[in-house]
């Protein structure tokens, strides 16, 4: 089973960029699709953005769109999340989550595997 370890979560200014990281290991990373979620104190997780096996279909979150990417380097085993323009309403724990096939899904349920989680904190 494919263990995912998240990192480069911190504390940011406002209007400011975050790039996190998501390392897989133990399993066939190149073949699924991956994602990212988060979730606030207090909030339901929330989907942020998610990408296809290849890379070449992503899909986002109406809060990010525009804002933040997605993308993937299957010859490292890992998959990034790039936030610029974050907000206070960014804050929250970031989570990636392998899809239990290769297309960039949607919802939680499509996802088998997940990391701990990277702590973002936006300040105003």
């Known amino acids: 089973q494919v263990q995912l370890v998240e990192s480069g979560g911190q504390l940011v200014q406002a209007r400011g960029s975050l790039r996190l990281f998501c390392a897989a290991s133990?399993?066939?990373?190149?073949?699924?699709?991956m994602g990212w979620f988060r979730q606030a104190p207090g909030k339901e997780r929330e989907y942020v953005a998610s990408i296809s096996w290849s890379g070449a279909n992503t899909r986002y979150g109406d809060s990010v769109q525009g804002r933040f990417t997605i993308s993937r380097d299957n010859a490292k085993n890992t998959v990034y999340l790039q936030m610029s323009n974050l907000k206070p309403e960014d804050t929250a724990v970031y989570y990636c989550?392998?899809?239990?096939?290769?297309?960039?899904?949607?919802?939680?349920?499509?996802?088998?595997?997940w990391g701990q989680g990277t702590q973002v904190t936006v300040s105003s």
């Open positions: 133990g399993g066939t990373f190149s073949s699924y699709g």
């Open positions: 989550a392998q899809g239990r096939g290769g297309s960039a899904y949607l919802t939680s349920r499509q996802f088998a595997n």
